[in-house]
């Protein structure tokens, strides 16, 4: 034991120490030391960082990778999405103001409610408004909901930019209703949304304009 004691100098339990902190683990606490200084190689395997251990709303879209989260990861009702839903009913006037029912980028979709008095018809119509590009649509119009008088019709509209562009329309004459149903492709540029619409002009008292349906933005 004296033999022990008389090598026991300071140079050594230092030493000795040193060697117990660096393979106990004091490296660790040494590069903790300071601020922000967490690297990824100072956590262990496994879930290391809890919920309770991230700040709130302190996560972005960026820290995540891309095209990562599904639907188990997503509470889907709060979701925006890229559909609108489009419901119109409006009472028919003269002065047939456009009203905006949906905008879905980057497009806003407008109907009208018109009545005409002469020659005593209305119509139900819709619109679009955005950059400049295409309307390509196909659509079936029937009258009094008979079969037998079913027509469809297709066309290409140019759509102007930052212009009200009529796209299709209904007329009903009074005491009667016209149904007009179908898609249209709108198309700018890489955007392209499909718009399925039902639209009724109702002629009977009192004049009324229906428009229900959806419009869908495509993914690229």
């Keep these: 034991m004296r033999r022990i004691r008389e090598h026991l100098t300071y140079a050594n339990v230092m030493a000795t120490v040193a060697v117990f902190l660096a393979l106990g683990g004091g490296t660790t606490a040494i590069a903790l030391s300071g601020s922000n200084t967490v690297q990824s190689d100072d956590l262990g395997p496994g879930a290391q960082v809890k919920a309770p251990d991230v700040a709130a709303n302190s996560v972005s879209g960026a820290d995540v990778v891309d095209d990562s989260l599904g639907g188990a990861d997503i509470i889907e009702e709060t979701l925006s999405g890229r ?6 009913n409006a009472t028919a006037s003269s002065s047939g103001p456009l009203t905006t029912i949906a905008s879905l980028d980057p497009y806003t979709i407008k109907a009208q409610c018109r009545d005409f008095p002469t020659p005593s018809s209305m119509h139900a119509a819709l619109y679009v408004i955005g950059p400049a590009g295409t309307a390509d649509w196909m659509a079936t119009e029937t009258f009094d909901d008979a079969a037998s008088s079913a027509e469809t019709g297709s066309r290409r509209t140019p759509i102007p930019a930052s212009t009200d562009t009529h796209i299709f329309n209904t007329f009903s004459a009074y005491g009667h209703f016209s149904r007009i149903a179908g898609t ?4 700018s540029g890489p955007n392209l949304i499909q718009v399925d619409v039902n ?3 109702d002629g009977r008292s009192p004049r009324h304009c229906y428009l ?5 933005k495509a993914l690229g």
């Design 83 to 88: 559909t609108r839903e489009l419901i119109y």
């Design 184 to 187: 249209v492709m709108l198309r």
């Design 199 to 201: 639209a009724v002009a």
């Design 212 to 216: 229900y349906g959806t419009a869908t």
